[in-house]
């Protein structure tokens, strides 16, 4: 059985209060499960609560071993990892894989190991008792064993960032977050300064092409979860290049892509209790009545099976 519990939803920055009770303020981490095989994805807030869990179930059973997946190294992404219990449980054994930016020295290790900086936490990367090896990954196929694949996939966003395809027996969960659709950047009317005919339609092409490698990735997949920090109206006032995506762009995609279970992911941290769950009423109304596509808003504890 593969299935995905999510131990935070939310993206930027943790948003702990009144409001954000029911979908919870802590940042993105989910666990996947694959049987009895264990990977996480990224290192939110979130990560704190599931290494207690780990901890109180797992570890009762055997030494925690799990693969972890980072989708990128915003702060909203990593955060968590320094709180992670097993960390300093000599007998766990973790595979710590990501992508990096632009310079050409960074590392994931390195760039990992800042959290452990002195100036920022009282311990040092070098006590942690658990054993730890760390890959830097870009667009790839792993085979993590029984049974269990991941697939990587380059998205939109102003730092490298990786979704992850995982596929047992004939299911999949696809992460698809932080992005946003690609589009063209240059000049496409002669009116505007720097125009040229050939760069705006070779800019129209090329975005075309990146949105449907996007497509291709996320296509029949049984769940997927998918930015949806903003509503198109947001996007529109201001907030386009930031590298997130809309739920009005989500729901479109992933009919088209056939997917079974759309998750929306990634919430903005302003958005209310209240305002997530008429969201995720109004698109069940209105798309999965009409297409059958399962529409999920994302909540901190919930599991979907695929
Ligand atoms: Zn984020
Ligand atoms: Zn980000």
């Known amino acids: 059985m593969l299935r995905v519990r999510f131990w935070g939803c939310r993206g930027s920055i943790p ?11 802590n940042t993105a981490c989910l666990e996947i ?11 939110g807030t979130g990560i704190r609560a599931l290494g207690d869990w780990l901890m109180g179930n797992d570890f009762k059973k055997g030494p925690i071993d799990a693969d972890v997946f980072v989708t990128h190294t915003h702060w909203d992404h990593i955060m968590g990892f320094p709180m992670f219990t097993p960390l300093f449980v000599p007998t766990t054994t973790l595979r710590v894989r990501g992508p990096v930016s632009y310079y050409e020295d960074d590392t994931i290790e390195s760039i990992i190991s800042t959290l452990f900086s002195y100036r920022y936490w009282p311990v040092r990367m070098n006590e942690l008792a658990a054993h730890l090896e760390y890959d830097t990954i870009k667009e790839t196929t792993l085979d993590l064993g029984s049974g269990l694949w991941v697939r ?50 070779e800019g129209v092409t090329a975005a075309k092409e990146a949105n449907t490698q996007i497509f291709r990735f996320i296509r ?16 529109n006032a201001g907030k386009i290049g930031w590298g997130h995506s809309t739920y009005e762009y989500a729901a479109a995609i992933a009919q088209k892509a056939e ?48």
């Open 15 to 25: 948003c702990p209060g009144v409001s954000t009770v029911e979908f919870g303020g």
């Open 33 to 43: 499960r694959a049987d009895d095989k264990l990977a996480i994805v990224d290192m």
């Open 152 to 201: 990587t996939k380059y998205l939109n966003h102003p730092v490298l960032c990786l979704g992850y395809r995982f596929e047992y027996q004939g299911k999949s969960i696809v992460t698809a977050y932080d992005t946003e659709p690609f589009r063209n950047l240059f000049p496409t009317t002669p009116t505007e300064p720097g125009y040229d005919e050939d760069v705006a339609r």
């Open 220 to 235: 029949h997949a049984d769940v997927l979860i998918y930015d949806c920090q903003y509503t198109n109206k947001e996007y």
């Open 259 to 306: 997917v079974k279970k759309l998750v929306f992911f990634h919430h903005d941290p302003n958005r209310t209790d209240a305002q997530l769950r008429a969201l995720e009423t109004g698109y069940r109304k209105r798309v999965t009545a009409k297409t059958g596509m399962e529409i999920i808003m994302a909540r901190e504890g919930d599991t979907i099976e695929a």
